[in-house]
């Protein structure tokens, strides 16, 4: 048998290999074992992956539309429009109870314009905020944009008194400033948030006044807390629209 030394190869007679115990050779295969088991399970790991690159990715789901059209809208603006046509929108939840009218007058910003959202929130809709959040929420549904807001006043209607500030809004390039106004009811979660705007200036706020007593419950079996809210406001009194009426009357 031959083996290898610093001088190179030697040769010396072949000894027969002596008997080894098999409990001897236990601790050689032990060694070994973790690791052919780490060896086996990284193939188990990347048969695996390999399998699942010729799985199909599930398809997308069709994205389920928030909001769908309501019908015939809940509320009126009665004795407000100056000549104007109201045009009234209705919207509910597709996936859970929530439900918002729009009512608008004019064609924006730009002008003599009035928008006004009734919703009656459900659990999915965002609680109620600051006078800010709520009106840039409303102007993103109106696809415009508050850049400004001074602090809020408060505006005594039939309803009760809404707050009202003075906002600079943003459709295009020029911004105008109008009226943000809200009113939180807690009847059903009802809300009342708008903006009111005048061709030349801010609308006056007795005006605006006027405009919000207007508002009429037009089915009034939609919801009893919401019906009850609008009968207890016919017997209101004490509204700036009020006030000013009474001061144009002529003295006798």
Avoid at 15 to 35: E, I, N, V, Y
Avoid at 102 to 130: C, F, K, M, N, Y
Avoid at 167 to 174: K, P
Avoid at 205 to 230: E, K, M, S, Y
Wanted: glycine share 12%; aromatic share 6%; net charge neutral.
């Amino acid at each position: 048998m031959s083996e290898l030394t610093d001088s190179g190869l030697s040769w010396r007679p072949m000894r027969a290999l002596a008997h080894t115990p098999r409990q001897s050779r236990a601790p050689w295969l032990l060694r070994f074992l973790p690791g052919l088991g780490a060896c086996g399970l990284a193939g188990l790991l990347i048969a695996g992956l390999m399998d699942r690159r010729d799985v199909d990715p599930p398809a997308p789901q069709a994205a389920d539309p928030v909001w769908i059209d309501a019908g015939a809208p809940f509320y009126g603006l009665s004795g407000a429009g100056g000549g104007r046509a109201l045009r009234s929108e209705a919207f509910k939840r597709s996936n859970g109870p929530g439900r918002i009218d729009v009512l608008t007058l004019g064609e924006g910003p730009g002008g003599d314009w009035l928008r006004i959202a009734l919703q009656q929130a459900g659990p999915l809709d965002p609680a109620a905020g600051s006078l800010f959040l709520d009106l840039s929420r409303a102007a993103a549904k109106a696809g415009i944009a508050v850049t400004k807001s001074a602090l809020p006043g408060l505006l005594a209607t039939r309803f009760g008194d809404f707050e009202v500030a003075e906002v600079e809004l943003a459709q295009g390039e020029t911004p105008r400033a109008c009226l943000g106004l809200r009113l939180l009811t807690g009847e059903s979660d009802l809300r009342i948030v708008g903006f009111a705007c005048a061709r030349e200036g801010r609308p006056v706020p007795a005006a605006l006044a006027c405009q919000l007593d207007g508002l009429q419950l037009l089915a009034p079996g939609a919801d009893a807390d919401v019906a009850r809210f609008f009968a207890a406001a016919e017997m209101a009194s004490g509204s700036a629209c009020i006030a000013r009426q009474a001061e144009a009357r002529p003295r006798r």
